[in-house]
């Protein structure tokens, strides 16, 4: 029986020009009357988070930065650092390889920016060297540090919930959705994922783009 | 003809526990087709109000800390300093008036807190003799600055878009919302608005929490 269901948000639980789906949010409160703990995982920044769990009325914590930081119960908690990370920024910017993002100012423990495609591999590569991670959220690139990933933030919420492995349900769309897809994890996806996502799932929906939420919980017996 | 559609968020676009109304998100969407300017004007805080117009598809600015900031355009506009509320919710505070609110790490042109009912009267005349204005806005208590509220957003939107008074439409149900409801604007609010907000609107719904959105638009000819 799944007792946690952890959701991405862009492209999982909105369209593609990132707008909620409406029935996604419906789902969601089902859900949650149904008795399961969901949480929100997101490269976002954490007062985004911590709007959306407001507003959405989630019942778990959620995690902000693709699992560096935390909001639950009133508080936040923060797992990683941005030193780093920022620094890498700046040498990258430095060289007209990035343009850092807006919402950094609210980052706590990565930085984010944007890129010509053509830069990706250097700037992989660079990322390597310094012992850091780059994802892309589809709408944005991370700088991560090392073990910074969604696959931590669900690890925190198995011992939370003092949950089983198979009793943890993962839904994603993209590319820094994939260290939570690895784990021995019940895995979820709406038609619109990448084929890698696509390839490992449990169950791939023929629905998308948040419409897919309802479908998923039906079919993992939830409502 | 209606140009501009200015709405709260708590109690008007979500329900009495701040969840989000699915049909509001609809209508949203369809005064937006339909050529409306949307903006959201609220006592929260930046960040959330970037996250509420990202994730809701709103086109025209939002505003926090009941208009003193501004998100548009990839850019943050100040209009308001904080320096003098903090202060004040620092003697308040000391003087055991009033707990200071999870959120001010993010507030930039104010502060908010939550007190006892029984301490409104005092913590009423002090701001007065601080000449600050402290406002309810139902969630939780905002120490302002000498002209900052949500009429203020609403004058620099209709100078934004080159709008007649009557081109704009304003939707609330709180007292934080009565600046914006005393402007030669047009008025709607949910029948969960206050007595005072009701008995000056132009149209009251028989809709509450975020229902009362797609029948205010139908009742001014927008959608």
Chains 1, 2 share one sequence.
Request: charged share 20%; with cysteine.
């Amino acid at each position: 029986m799944i007792k946690i269901m952890a959701l991405d948000v862009d492209g999982t639980i909105t369209d593609q020009n990132r707008i909620i789906c409406p029935e996604a949010i419906t789902s969601i409160k089902k859900g949650i009357e149904s008795g399961l703990q969901i949480s929100l995982i997101s490269g976002n920044v954490i007062p985004v988070m911590y709007g959306l769990k407001t507003f959405l009325g989630i019942n778990a914590p959620v995690f902000g930065e693709n699992g560096g930081i935390m909001y639950y119960n009133g508080s936040i908690e923060k797992f990683f650092d941005k030193t780093k990370p920022l620094e890498f920024l700046e040498y990258i910017s430095s060289r007209s390889l990035a343009t850092p993002y807006f919402t950094n100012q609210w980052r706590e423990t990565s930085a984010a920016f944007s890129m010509d495609p053509g830069n990706e591999a250097i700037v992989s590569k660079e990322a390597e060297k310094w012992n850091l991670e780059i994802v892309n959220s589809k709408f944005t690139w991370h700088i991560m540090n090392p073990g910074q990933n969604k696959g931590y933030a669900v690890e925190i919420l198995k011992k939370m919930f003092n949950a089983n492995w198979d009793e943890i349900l993962v839904v994603g769309d993209s590319d820094n959705d994939n260290a939570m897809f690895t784990l021995p994890v019940k895995k979820a996806c709406p038609d619109n994922a990448t084929d890698s996502l696509k390839s490992i799932s449990d169950y791939v929906s023929p629905e998308s783009y948040g419409y897919e939420i309802g479908d998923v919980m039906a079919k993992f017996n939830i409502i």
